[in-house]
């Protein structure tokens, strides 16, 4: 194990043990593989299963599994019309499984999430049965608006390329606390503990993963 690998497992059982503190339940895993590996296993066949945006996700693999037809999976990108789109979210905030990643978590064990239409947020605040929240160590910060301040200024330009939104970080890289139409920072989250408990779950990754 690298010096690196050790000092993101000590952190990360700091993490856990405040996130415990928070009614979230902490996991830590040193690779992708093994965290996927454990998800898998603690989640029943035949779960309604759905996501927010999160390239993590896509990285480590958990959006081919959850949507290979051993679950019932609800696709947020299907619907075409207002009606569809109503249908299809009423049966997200319904669901077993809600998988998400966060923008930041800081070594007390707060969630720093920012959204541009806001239902991956709102999954998290209320919904969903069990919301599943799959993280790389590079995500830690050491406090909230060290967190806000990763997400503006890390996060924010590969996600609006990503999605191709036309803002000022697109064309400098900078955050420019814009209110532009396609401004993807309209939502700021501070989840500090959770009301229901172990209805959270944070799976810490000891990789780099993401924004």
């Known amino acids: 194990m690298s010096p690196k690998q050790e000092a993101y497992e000590t952190q990360a059982q700091t993490i856990i043990k405040n996130l415990k503190k928070r009614n979230i339940e902490g996991y830590y895993f040193p690779d992708a593989k093994s965290c996927v590996e454990h998800i898998l296993s603690i989640m029943p066949e035949g779960s309604t299963v759905t996501n927010g945006g999160s390239v993590t996700n896509q990285e480590i693999g958990i959006m081919d599994a959850i949507s290979s037809g051993r679950y019932q999976f609800i696709d947020r990108m299907a619907p075409k019309t207002p009606a569809e789109q109503k249908e299809t979210y009423a049966k997200i905030v319904s669901a077993d499984y809600f998988f998400m990643s966060t923008n ?8 720093i999430n920012i959204d541009g239409a806001g239902n991956r947020v709102a999954c998290l605040i209320h919904g969903p049965e069990h919301v599943m929240i799959v993280t790389g160590m590079n995500k830690v910060v050491s406090d ?7 997400v503006h200024s890390m996060a924010a330009v590969p996600n609006v390329k990503r999605l191709n939104k036309k803002t000022p970080c697109h064309e400098t890289g900078v955050c420019a606390d814009c209110l532009s139409p396609d401004c993807i ?17 944070v799976f810490l990754i000891g990789e780099e993963l993401g924004y």
């Open 104 to 111: 930041a978590i800081t070594l007390d064990g707060e969630l």
């Open 185 to 201: 920072c309209n939502h700021t989250v501070i989840t500090r503990r959770s009301g229901v408990p172990g209805r959270i779950k």
């Open 144 to 150: 909230v608006d060290s967190g806000i301040s990763r």
